[in-house]
């Protein structure tokens, strides 16, 4: 999902794994491979992207899903 928004795995360690985009200037974000996120993690994760694609979370979801 977050593909659309230039992420890719950069690295992963044990069940985490990196992601990095390069629009909008480098960015991180680091998720847990589990099924399924908890809610309040993909919420932290989504806050994060929002905020630095400078866009509101419900724009984010609009272009992700």
Sequence with gaps: MVR????MP???T???I???TL???QHHIT???HDPLKAGTLNAILNDIAQHFKISK???IERIF
Excluded: F, M
């Excluded at 659309?4 to 992420?7: A, P, S």
């Design 58 to 60: 419900q724009e984010l």
């Design 10 to 12: 950069s690295r992963q």
């Design 31 to 33: 998720i847990p491979n």
């Design 23 to 25: 629009p909008e200037g």
């Design 14 to 16: 044990g069940s985490h």
């Design 4 to 7: 659309k928004l230039g992420y």
């Design 18 to 20: 990196r992601l990095t």
